[in-house]
């Protein structure tokens, strides 16, 4: 049924003009979105088995976890994020054998591939309180654990915060951190991404200097890499709305830590002005990076293969549906 389904869209796409030839090679904005599900099942011929957007967005974890895939399938995404528990509490109960069973199972089913899992908002791996920081050194033992027994891909890591210490001493601090992390969890598959932030108040990683110094002073740097939010990298100062700012960015990524590294983008427009470090984001094209600006990102070549989450306002129950419509248009270009 399905197949039949994603087969018929591939001929609309033919009977709406768009020449044939296309859909023998690399076009495949034509056949998005739900044909390109079945391309990664491998249930369609070679020719639709194309690299294309990995597309998908930040859903609520209530009720059940594995109700979070029910979520994303809605919104026919290719992969999302979730929280690894209410953001704003401390572990309460650990997730049942049975929920975590359902979650791969529904996964599988829904071909939802990468997971990413990010981190509560209470956890502070550059804290100068000790408590705090011992506090969230276990915290992230336990989430990185809990991560692997869902086979979860990736865990977004907030960089922390060095409260007017000194970056240096908050870098210090981190780094210490994800070393005890990464041997406590030895032998886990589960991949650290450290995302950029918007600089406000002390929070480190604004700028990718900060990265590159605390990837290298990890003992192993095999489970390491980046997430890259728009919105914060704009508000932090990289001008994004500008024709050459993706450009740049990208440039400098590879120079100081390697493009490579980089497996998460968080696509979302930024509400207010440039390098203004206060944390907002907006709906695609509404922002101050806007729709030209969000179009040069979506379809930068070295940024297109790296699956793309939004975590765009919702304001109510339409707002991702319209958010992923308009990034698929615009990755048509
Ligand atoms: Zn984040
Ligand atoms: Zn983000
Ligand atoms: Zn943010």
Excluded at 48 to 66: E, P, R
Excluded at 127 to 151: M, T, V
Excluded at 163 to 177: Q, Y
Excluded at 245 to 250: N, Q, T
Aim: charged share 25%; hydrophobic share 35%; proline share 4%.
């Amino acid at each position: 049924m399905a197949l039949k389904r994603a087969l018929n869209g591939a001929t609309s796409a033919v009977a709406s003009g768009v020449p044939k030839t296309y859909l023998s090679h690399k076009r495949t904005d034509i056949i998005r979105p739900f044909m390109v599900r079945r391309a990664i099942d491998g249930q369609l011929p070679e020719r639709y088995n194309l690299k294309t957007m990995i597309l998908g967005v930040h859903v609520s974890g209530a009720g059940k976890i594995y109700e979070a895939l029910d979520r994303a399938q809605a919104l026919k995404c290719q992969t999302l994020q979730i929280f690894s528990r209410n953001p704003q509490q401390w572990r309460t109960a650990p997730l049942s054998p049975k929920d975590i069973e359902e979650f791969k199972r529904r996964r599988k089913k829904f071909h939802i591939d990468p997971v990413f899992i990010h981190i509560s908002y209470l956890i502070n791996l550059a804290s100068p309180n000790p408590r705090l920081y011992q506090g969230s050194i276990q915290a992230y033992i336990d989430d990185i654990q809990e991560a692997d027994k869902l086979k979860a891909d990736y865990i977004v890591t907030h960089m922390g915060s060095h409260k007017e210490t000194s970056e240096e001493a908050g870098i210090e601090r981190l780094t210490s951190a994800l070393n005890k992390i990464l041997d406590k969890t030895k032998g886990s598959k589960v991949g650290i991404l450290l995302e950029n932030t918007s600089g406000s108040g002390s929070w480190l990683g604004y700028k990718f200097e900060h990265q590159k110094e605390i990837i290298a002073g990890l003992r192993d740097k095999t489970r390491v890499g980046l997430c890259l939010d728009t919105a914060h990298a704009y508000l932090a100062g990289y001008d994004l709305a500008a024709k050459a700012g993706p450009d740049k960015l990208v440039d400098e990524i590879d120079r100081l830590v390697g493009l490579k590294r980089l497996k998460l983008i968080h696509l979302n427009d930024a509400y207010g002005k440039l390098a203004s470090h206060y944390d907002r984001h907006d709906h695609i094209g509404q922002g101050s990076i806007g729709l030209e600006g969000m179009k040069r990102i979506i379809n930068h070549p070295k940024l297109k293969n790296i699956p793309m989450i939004l975590e765009t306002p919702k304001d109510d129950e339409k707002s991702d549906s319209l958010n992923l419509a308009l990034v698929r248009k615009l990755s048509k270009n």
